[in-house]
């Protein structure tokens, strides 16, 4: 598997914004999902947002129309604009990359096999 670097995490306040981004070396051709994870203390982990190699992104429900999730594949990065904060957003952020199969949906609930250090967001 791909070691992953996230960064761009921090502290702020809630109303606030912050763009997380990942290096994903190597995800550049073929077919693969790409996405962010986040784990709060005392739960499980849940999806945040996916993106396919065609471009295809899935969010969600407690972040669409505030989270965007965008990959830059001429520089091996993926991102992740965050809006319009809240404390409920507080967590620690993984980003996830996955070869697939043509076809295969970039589900929020899959393990897409490589996997960040993850980077904490706090909003207060």
């Known amino acids: 598997h791909v070691q992953l670097v996230e960064s761009g995490g921090g502290s702020v306040q809630a109303g606030g914004s912050l763009r997380l981004s990942c290096a994903t070396p190597?995800?550049?051709?073929?077919?693969?999902?790409l996405g962010w994870f986040r784990q709060a203390p005392g739960k499980e982990r849940e999806g945040v947002a996916t993106?396919?190699?065609?471009?295809?992104?899935r969010y969600a429900d407690s972040v669409k129309g505030r989270f965007t999730i965008s990959n830059d594949v001429g520089r091996n990065t993926l991102s992740l604009q965050m809006n319009s904060l809240t404390p409920g957003d507080t967590a620690t952020y993984y980003c996830?990359?996955?070869?697939?199969?043509?076809?295969?949906?970039?589900?929020?609930?899959?393990?897409?096999?490589?996997w960040g250090q993850g980077t904490q967001v706090t909003v207060s």
């Open positions: 996830a990359a996955g070869r697939r199969r043509v076809g295969d949906p970039c589900l929020l609930g899959a393990d897409f096999g490589s």
């Open positions: 190597g995800y550049t051709d073929g077919f693969y999902c």
């Open positions: 993106i396919s190699s065609g471009g295809l992104a």
